[in-house]
């Protein structure tokens, strides 16, 4: 069951705060897109930022989050920093891509992933052409 987004207010928390699978589930909290634009670098298609109600009337907003297109695939993801060597220079992996380091992380890839489907279907519908990949172009 994906986390129900909303292009619209969300809905109010129960005051009684929400944790762990009660965060997701159906009818509660409501994912927005708070701002955001169409990016077209590398994998890159879209950065934003969004909030997502934690109870209590209360939301965590978070910005910098990115969605990806690639090979047919979409995928969203939460902010992340660069991963730096001793002199400060941007680390690169095995394969010359640059290295980055998660800043939030859910409690486990389940969550994730219904995370990162809640935003892609939220992208889509707020910025229809954002998520294509280039080879649709």
């Given at each position: 069951m994906p986390l129900e987004a909303s292009d619209d207010e969300p809905a109010a928390g129960s005051g009684s705060g929400l944790r762990g699978a009660?965060?997701?589930?159906?009818?509660?909290?409501?994912?927005?897109?708070?701002?955001?634009?169409?990016?077209?670098?590398?994998?890159?298609?879209?950065?934003?930022?969004?909030s997502l109600p934690i109870g209590g009337g209360a939301e965590?907003?978070?910005?910098?989050?990115?969605?990806?297109?690639?090979?047919?695939?979409?995928?969203?993801?939460?902010?992340?920093?660069?991963?730096?060597?001793?002199?400060?220079?941007?680390?690169?992996?095995?394969n010359g891509r640059k290295a980055y380091a998660p800043i939030l992380e859910f409690s486990s890839k389940t969550v994730h992933d219904r995370f990162s489907a809640t935003l892609v279907a939220l992208i889509r519908q707020q910025f229809p052409s954002a998520l294509e990949d280039e080879g649709a172009r």
């Open positions: 009660a965060l997701l589930a159906p009818g509660k909290p409501r994912l927005r897109i708070i701002s955001g634009r169409p990016v077209v670098k590398g994998t890159l298609r879209f950065v934003g930022k969004i965590l907003v978070i910005d910098g989050v990115m969605a990806f297109a690639s090979h047919g695939k979409n995928w969203a993801a939460l902010p992340s920093k660069p991963v730096l060597d001793e002199a400060g220079a941007h680390k690169t992996d095995e």
